[in-house]
Protein backbone atom coordinates (compact mmCIF):
# COMPACT_ATOMS: atom_id res chain seq x y z
CA UNK A 1 0.00 0.00 0.00
CA UNK A 2 1.12 3.72 -0.79
CA UNK A 3 0.56 6.68 1.30
CA UNK A 4 0.82 10.08 -0.58
CA UNK A 5 1.47 12.40 1.62
CA UNK A 6 0.13 16.49 0.34
CA UNK A 7 1.11 19.40 1.31
CA UNK A 8 -0.49 22.68 -0.95
CA UNK A 9 1.90 25.57 -1.54
CA UNK A 10 -0.71 27.40 -3.59
CA UNK A 11 -4.50 27.73 -3.06
CA UNK A 12 -5.56 24.32 -4.42
CA UNK A 13 -9.18 24.34 -6.33
CA UNK A 14 -11.29 21.35 -7.61
CA UNK A 15 -14.46 22.24 -8.63
CA UNK A 16 -18.24 20.29 -8.23
CA UNK A 17 -19.17 22.60 -11.28
CA UNK A 18 -21.64 24.73 -9.20
CA UNK A 19 -21.40 28.72 -8.38
CA UNK A 20 -23.03 30.15 -5.56
CA UNK A 21 -24.52 33.48 -5.29
CA UNK A 22 -23.79 36.30 -3.03
CA UNK A 23 -27.69 37.10 -1.78
CA UNK A 24 -29.42 33.42 -2.31
CA UNK A 25 -26.32 30.34 -1.99
CA UNK A 26 -24.49 32.62 0.48
CA UNK A 27 -24.36 35.27 2.51
CA UNK A 28 -21.10 37.17 4.67
CA UNK A 29 -20.94 37.55 8.16
CA UNK A 30 -17.43 39.78 8.75
CA UNK A 31 -14.96 37.76 7.15
CA UNK A 32 -16.36 34.42 6.69
CA UNK A 33 -19.08 33.06 3.84
CA UNK A 34 -21.80 31.09 4.96
CA UNK A 35 -23.09 28.94 2.56
CA UNK A 36 -26.87 29.01 3.53
CA UNK A 37 -28.99 25.23 3.73
CA UNK A 38 -32.15 26.55 1.79
CA UNK A 39 -34.50 24.45 3.53
CA UNK A 40 -33.60 26.41 7.16
CA UNK A 41 -34.37 29.57 5.12
CA UNK A 42 -37.55 28.20 4.32
CA UNK A 43 -38.54 27.11 7.47
CA UNK A 44 -37.31 30.20 9.18
CA UNK A 45 -39.42 32.64 6.68
CA UNK A 46 -42.55 30.29 7.54
CA UNK A 47 -41.63 31.03 11.51
CA UNK A 48 -41.48 34.49 11.13
CA UNK A 49 -44.11 34.61 8.47
CA UNK A 50 -41.74 36.55 5.50
CA UNK A 51 -43.53 35.32 3.02
CA UNK A 52 -46.91 36.38 1.39
CA UNK A 53 -48.04 33.20 -0.43
CA UNK A 54 -50.65 35.75 -1.99
CA UNK A 55 -47.88 37.17 -3.57
CA UNK A 56 -45.20 36.36 -7.01
CA UNK A 57 -41.86 36.27 -5.94
CA UNK A 58 -39.16 37.49 -8.51
CA UNK A 59 -35.48 35.87 -7.84
CA UNK A 60 -34.30 39.63 -7.01
CA UNK A 61 -37.12 39.71 -4.32
CA UNK A 62 -35.89 36.76 -2.82
CA UNK A 63 -32.31 37.81 -2.55
CA UNK A 64 -33.85 40.82 -1.13
CA UNK A 65 -35.50 39.11 1.27
CA UNK A 66 -32.25 37.12 2.57
CA UNK A 67 -30.08 40.24 2.95
CA UNK A 68 -32.78 41.76 4.99
CA UNK A 69 -33.10 38.65 7.19
CA UNK A 70 -29.21 37.50 6.96
CA UNK A 71 -28.38 38.57 10.74
CA UNK A 72 -31.05 36.08 12.05
CA UNK A 73 -29.50 33.01 9.83
CA UNK A 74 -27.33 31.32 12.75
CA UNK A 75 -24.49 28.84 11.88
CA UNK A 76 -26.73 25.89 12.33
CA UNK A 77 -28.80 27.54 9.19
CA UNK A 78 -25.31 27.00 6.80
CA UNK A 79 -23.84 23.54 5.39
CA UNK A 80 -20.73 24.96 6.08
CA UNK A 81 -18.35 28.18 7.04
CA UNK A 82 -15.25 29.16 5.09
CA UNK A 83 -13.04 32.35 5.63
CA UNK A 84 -12.89 34.84 2.25
CA UNK A 85 -9.71 36.68 1.04
CA UNK A 86 -9.83 40.51 1.54
CA UNK A 87 -9.50 40.77 -2.17
CA UNK A 88 -13.19 38.95 -2.59
CA UNK A 89 -14.33 40.36 0.54
CA UNK A 90 -14.17 43.95 -1.08
CA UNK A 91 -14.89 42.04 -4.48
CA UNK A 92 -18.65 41.84 -2.49
CA UNK A 93 -19.24 45.18 -1.09
CA UNK A 94 -18.58 46.41 -4.58
CA UNK A 95 -20.95 48.25 -5.69
CA UNK A 96 -19.84 48.58 -8.76
CA UNK A 97 -18.90 45.00 -9.43
CA UNK A 98 -21.80 43.40 -11.58
CA UNK A 99 -23.61 40.18 -11.39
CA UNK A 100 -24.38 37.98 -8.19
CA UNK A 101 -20.96 37.70 -7.25
CA UNK A 102 -20.23 34.41 -7.75
CA UNK A 103 -17.71 31.73 -6.56
CA UNK A 104 -17.09 28.28 -7.84
CA UNK A 105 -17.65 26.07 -5.27
CA UNK A 106 -14.92 23.23 -4.06
CA UNK A 107 -16.46 19.64 -4.43
CA UNK A 108 -17.58 18.20 -1.41
CA UNK A 109 -20.43 16.15 0.19
CA UNK A 110 -23.05 17.60 2.11
CA UNK A 111 -20.80 20.20 3.00
CA UNK A 112 -17.54 18.24 4.29
CA UNK A 113 -14.77 18.55 1.28
CA UNK A 114 -12.24 16.31 0.16
CA UNK A 115 -9.47 15.50 -2.99
CA UNK A 116 -10.89 13.30 -5.02
CA UNK A 117 -8.91 9.95 -6.43
CA UNK A 118 -9.47 10.93 -9.91
CA UNK A 119 -7.74 14.14 -9.58
CA UNK A 120 -4.96 13.04 -8.12
CA UNK A 121 -4.66 9.68 -10.85
CA UNK A 122 -4.89 12.11 -13.56
CA UNK A 123 -1.66 14.15 -12.27
CA UNK A 124 0.04 10.85 -11.71
CA UNK A 125 -0.55 9.79 -15.44
CA UNK A 126 0.26 12.95 -16.67
CA UNK A 127 4.23 12.93 -15.37
CA UNK A 128 4.33 9.30 -16.27
CA UNK A 129 2.87 10.25 -19.59
CA UNK A 130 0.44 7.27 -19.22
CA UNK A 131 -3.34 6.90 -20.42
CA UNK A 132 -4.64 4.21 -17.75
CA UNK A 133 -3.03 2.81 -14.47
CA UNK A 134 -5.95 0.41 -13.97
CA UNK A 135 -7.35 -2.33 -16.53
CA UNK A 136 -5.84 -2.36 -20.08
CA UNK A 137 -8.72 -3.36 -22.36
CA UNK A 138 -6.28 -4.52 -25.28
CA UNK A 139 -4.94 -7.25 -22.45
CA UNK A 140 -7.60 -7.41 -19.68
CA UNK A 141 -6.54 -8.67 -16.35
CA UNK A 142 -8.28 -8.21 -12.66
CA UNK A 143 -5.11 -8.59 -10.91
CA UNK A 144 -3.61 -5.11 -12.45
CA UNK A 145 -5.76 -3.02 -10.95
CA UNK A 146 -5.01 0.26 -9.98
CA UNK A 147 -6.86 1.31 -6.79
CA UNK A 148 -6.65 4.72 -5.08
CA UNK A 149 -9.09 6.22 -2.45
CA UNK A 150 -10.61 9.73 -2.06
CA UNK A 151 -8.40 11.73 1.16
CA UNK A 152 -10.34 11.98 4.03
CA UNK A 153 -12.61 14.98 4.87
CA UNK A 154 -11.05 17.75 5.15
CA UNK A 155 -11.94 20.50 7.86
CA UNK A 156 -13.48 23.44 6.60
CA UNK A 157 -10.80 25.89 8.43
CA UNK A 158 -8.57 24.99 5.98
CA UNK A 159 -10.54 26.74 2.86
CA UNK A 160 -10.74 30.12 1.58
CA UNK A 161 -12.24 32.22 -1.31
CA UNK A 162 -10.07 33.65 -3.00
CA UNK A 163 -10.76 36.38 -5.93
CA UNK A 164 -7.96 35.66 -9.29
CA UNK A 165 -6.12 38.68 -10.41
CA UNK A 166 -5.25 38.05 -13.93
CA UNK A 167 -8.14 37.46 -16.50
CA UNK A 168 -11.45 39.40 -16.78
CA UNK A 169 -13.74 38.89 -15.62
CA UNK A 170 -11.96 38.24 -12.27
CA UNK A 171 -13.35 35.00 -10.69
CA UNK A 172 -13.90 33.61 -7.28
CA UNK A 173 -13.12 30.48 -6.17
CA UNK A 174 -13.29 28.13 -2.94
CA UNK A 175 -9.36 26.57 -2.57
CA UNK A 176 -7.81 24.71 -0.16
CA UNK A 177 -5.19 26.56 1.76
CA UNK A 178 -1.58 26.83 1.06
CA UNK A 179 0.11 24.68 4.30
CA UNK A 180 -2.81 22.62 4.30
CA UNK A 181 -1.96 18.52 4.74
CA UNK A 182 -4.06 15.59 3.21
CA UNK A 183 -3.86 12.19 2.14
CA UNK A 184 -4.36 9.74 -0.25
CA UNK A 185 -4.25 5.85 0.17
CA UNK A 186 -3.05 3.63 -2.91
CA UNK A 187 -4.31 -0.04 -1.83
CA UNK A 188 -3.29 -1.72 -5.34
CA UNK A 189 -0.65 -0.56 -7.59
CA UNK A 190 0.47 -3.67 -9.46
CA UNK A 191 0.33 -1.64 -12.67
CA UNK A 192 2.45 1.33 -10.94
CA UNK A 193 6.20 1.23 -11.28
CA UNK A 194 7.02 3.60 -7.58
CA UNK A 195 10.77 3.98 -8.95
CA UNK A 196 9.60 4.86 -12.57
CA UNK A 197 6.57 7.47 -10.66
CA UNK A 198 9.73 9.27 -8.86
CA UNK A 199 11.80 9.92 -10.99
CA UNK A 200 8.88 10.42 -13.86
CA UNK A 201 7.72 13.61 -10.99
CA UNK A 202 11.21 14.80 -10.88
CA UNK A 203 11.51 15.62 -14.17
CA UNK A 204 8.14 16.59 -14.99
CA UNK A 205 7.17 20.09 -13.46
CA UNK A 206 10.41 21.70 -13.12
CA UNK A 207 10.43 20.62 -16.88
CA UNK A 208 7.05 22.32 -17.85
CA UNK A 209 7.50 25.15 -15.38
CA UNK A 210 10.73 26.43 -17.74
CA UNK A 211 9.15 26.03 -21.02
CA UNK A 212 6.12 27.68 -19.91
CA UNK A 213 8.00 30.79 -18.52
CA UNK A 214 9.98 30.70 -22.16
CA UNK A 215 6.75 30.19 -23.89
CA UNK A 216 5.59 33.44 -22.50
CA UNK A 217 8.50 35.73 -23.01
CA UNK A 218 6.88 36.99 -26.48
CA UNK A 219 3.47 37.95 -24.48
CA UNK A 220 4.68 40.29 -21.52
CA UNK A 221 4.23 43.71 -21.71
CA UNK A 222 7.58 45.93 -23.00
CA UNK A 223 9.76 47.68 -19.91
CA UNK A 224 7.42 50.49 -18.82
CA UNK A 225 4.45 49.28 -19.60
CA UNK A 226 1.77 47.81 -17.86
CA UNK A 227 1.84 44.48 -16.99
CA UNK A 228 0.07 42.11 -18.68
CA UNK A 229 -1.38 38.58 -17.64
CA UNK A 230 1.58 37.40 -19.09
CA UNK A 231 3.81 39.04 -16.73
CA UNK A 232 1.77 37.99 -13.89
CA UNK A 233 1.88 34.23 -14.61
CA UNK A 234 4.99 34.46 -15.01
CA UNK A 235 5.94 36.23 -11.53
CA UNK A 236 3.79 33.38 -10.16
CA UNK A 237 6.39 30.89 -11.76
CA UNK A 238 9.16 32.53 -10.79
CA UNK A 239 8.01 31.96 -7.13
CA UNK A 240 7.31 28.30 -8.25
CA UNK A 241 11.31 27.66 -8.95
CA UNK A 242 11.69 29.01 -6.01
CA UNK A 243 9.64 26.29 -4.38
CA UNK A 244 11.19 23.85 -6.72
CA UNK A 245 14.55 24.56 -5.04
CA UNK A 246 13.74 24.01 -1.35
CA UNK A 247 12.14 20.34 -2.48
CA UNK A 248 14.01 17.70 -0.36
CA UNK A 249 15.23 14.24 -2.32
CA UNK A 250 11.99 12.41 -1.39
CA UNK A 251 9.56 15.56 -2.32
CA UNK A 252 8.20 15.80 -5.49
CA UNK A 253 6.27 19.14 -7.02
CA UNK A 254 2.75 18.49 -8.65
CA UNK A 255 0.05 20.34 -9.89
CA UNK A 256 -4.02 19.05 -9.14
CA UNK A 257 -7.07 20.24 -10.06
CA UNK A 258 -8.73 23.32 -11.78
CA UNK A 259 -6.72 26.29 -13.26
CA UNK A 260 -3.04 24.55 -13.79
CA UNK A 261 -3.15 25.12 -16.84
CA UNK A 262 -2.23 23.09 -20.00
CA UNK A 263 1.40 23.66 -19.64
CA UNK A 264 0.64 20.88 -16.52
CA UNK A 265 -1.48 18.75 -18.02
CA UNK A 266 0.41 18.12 -21.06
CA UNK A 267 3.81 16.95 -22.44
CA UNK A 268 6.23 19.35 -24.60
CA UNK A 269 3.67 22.76 -24.39
CA UNK A 270 1.42 21.97 -26.94
CA UNK A 271 -2.17 20.44 -26.53
CA UNK A 272 -1.35 17.01 -28.17
CA UNK A 273 -4.60 16.99 -31.31
CA UNK A 274 -7.19 19.86 -32.37
CA UNK A 275 -8.70 19.87 -35.69
CA UNK A 276 -8.75 23.27 -37.76
CA UNK A 277 -11.66 23.80 -39.19
CA UNK A 278 -10.96 26.25 -40.95
CA UNK A 279 -8.64 24.27 -43.51
CA UNK A 280 -8.76 21.27 -45.29
CA UNK A 281 -6.71 19.02 -47.32
CA UNK A 282 -6.96 19.96 -50.98
CA UNK A 283 -7.39 16.07 -51.64
CA UNK A 284 -9.04 14.87 -49.39
CA UNK A 285 -11.21 17.32 -48.41
CA UNK A 286 -10.60 16.19 -44.51
CA UNK A 287 -9.85 18.51 -41.81
CA UNK A 288 -5.88 18.90 -41.23
CA UNK A 289 -5.11 18.17 -37.88
CA UNK A 290 -3.38 20.27 -36.35
CA UNK A 291 -1.59 21.47 -32.63
CA UNK A 292 -1.86 24.46 -30.29
CA UNK A 293 0.26 26.61 -27.75
CA UNK A 294 -0.70 25.59 -24.12
CA UNK A 295 -2.70 28.28 -22.53
CA UNK A 296 -1.61 30.13 -18.93
CA UNK A 297 -3.76 29.93 -16.25
CA UNK A 298 -5.62 31.85 -13.19
CA UNK A 299 -3.06 33.26 -10.26
CA UNK A 300 -3.79 34.97 -6.54
CA UNK A 301 -2.33 37.89 -5.24
CA UNK A 302 -2.00 37.32 -0.99
CA UNK A 303 0.97 36.97 1.51
CA UNK A 304 3.11 39.42 -1.02
CA UNK A 305 3.70 37.39 -3.70
CA UNK A 306 1.98 35.76 -6.57
CA UNK A 307 0.89 32.83 -6.61
CA UNK A 308 0.03 30.20 -9.80
CA UNK A 309 -2.74 27.81 -8.72
CA UNK A 310 -2.70 23.91 -8.12
CA UNK A 311 1.05 23.30 -6.51
CA UNK A 312 1.49 20.81 -4.16
CA UNK A 313 4.12 19.09 -2.27
CA UNK A 314 4.22 15.34 -2.70
CA UNK A 315 5.97 12.62 -0.57
CA UNK A 316 5.62 8.77 -1.46
CA UNK A 317 5.63 6.87 1.83
CA UNK A 318 5.63 2.93 1.20
CA UNK A 319 3.74 0.36 4.04
Known amino acids: MLKLHFKTLTP ?34 AEQKVIDFSKE ?5 LISLIKEYENSFKEEDSYYI ?8 KYIVNEKA ?25 ALLTALKLDHLGIDNK ?30 PKVGLLCIKPNTDFYLMVKKHKTL ?45 KNLEEDIKRLKDDEYLINIGFGGG ?10 PHKFDNSRKDPKTKKKIFTKEEAHTTVSFNFGGRTDHIGWCKLKIEEE
Open 262 to 271: SYFKIYEGVT
Open 98 to 122: KGRKYFNEFINSNGKFYVPASSVKG
Open 12 to 45: LHISNGEQLGYGLDYIQKGNFIHKLNPLKVAQKF
Open 82 to 89: VEADDSFL
Open 139 to 168: NPNIDDKFVIYDSDFINSKNLKVYLTNNRP
Open 193 to 237: NIDNLKLSLKKYSPKQVKLARNTIKKFKAQVGKRPKGADIFDDAL
Open 57 to 61: YSLDD
